[in-house]
């Protein structure tokens, strides 16, 4: 019996990178995965489809399905409940995963990136968890999981580390720090009722397909295997939320804790 048999997870952003790798190890263990994004098709400039992370889990004998979702629209995902539950069941596992990141100075952020960002990477887990929680709490189990980022830290200073000084990511930080009081202060209302929500991001950069052709990560950046990331997310989807809860988890670090290893 794996970790997540018998259990019904949504991961969002899961058509390359952080999100296939979530899903398809969830899946390895028993889940039956419901993956979104925008497309099912080929993407413009990146490789990687739904369609394909499907077939990477249906290969491995799991079960898997793609649902085309728009985050920015309240009822495609409101559809994406809806058609998980239908086809897989009701729904057990929550990752939001997905996100809009724009990089930039400051003073050219327009309203439209301001709007999108937070649309995406804030509003849309706000209310995914709305619709999955009814369940969650009838059933006394759940687990949702925030993908974060470390770019969600304050900077420290002065005098500011340089990068900090050129800027570009504050936006995309000022949602994900967003993201980790809405984890926390979720985790506090429903743990008595048997649910997790957790908050994962790694400890370095990720080259995933979208970071690297958006050419943010400057030279010489240490990076994290992907896989550690997907092995941290595991974890917090199948664990005690009387004893892990709450939590702004880093990847690496969450695994030494535990004594766990990647797969």
Not at 25 to 54: D, F, N, W
Not at 55 to 72: F, H, N, P, S
Request: proline letters at 6%.
């Amino acid at each position: 019996m794996g970790m997540c048999e018998g259990r019904v997870a949504i991961v969002t952003g899961a058509s390359r990178g952080i999100g296939t790798a979530i899903a398809e190890r969830l899946a390895a263990e028993g889940a039956s995965v419901a993956v979104a994004a925008r497309s099912l098709e080929t993407h413009p400039h990146l490789p990687g489809t739904l369609r394909e992370t499907v077939a990477a889990i249906e290969k491995r004998g799991g079960r898997a399905l793609a649902v085309q979702t728009d985050l920015l629209d309240a009822a495609s995902r409101a559809r994406l409940v809806q058609k998980t539950e239908a086809e897989l069941g009701p729904v057990d596992i929550l990752v939001n995963n997905a996100a809009a990141a724009f990089y930039m100075p400051f003073d050219r952020y327009s309203e439209k990136r301001f709007r999108v960002a937070f649309e995406v990477n804030l509003r849309a887990p706000f209310e995914l968890a709305q619709l999955v929680l009814p369940g969650m709490r009838q059933r006394k189990r759940g687990w949702i999981l925030n993908i974060s980022s470390a770019t969600s830290k304050l900077p420290q200073g002065p005098p500011y580390a340089p990068w900090q000084k050129q800027g570009g990511d504050l936006l995309y930080a000022t949602t994900k720090a967003a993201l980790n009081r809405f984890t926390a202060g979720l985790a506090a209302e429903v743990c008595d009722e048997g649910i997790a929500v957790n908050s994962l991001a790694p400890v370095a950069a990720v080259l995933t397909p979208g970071a690297a052709a958006q050419g943010v990560i400057p030279e010489g950046t240490p990076f994290e295997p992907v896989e550690v990331m997907a092995e941290a997310a595991l974890v917090l989807c199948s664990c005690d939320p009387q004893q892990l809860n709450g939590r702004i988890a880093y990847s690496g670090p969450l695994l030494e804790e535990l004594g766990r290893t990647r797969a």
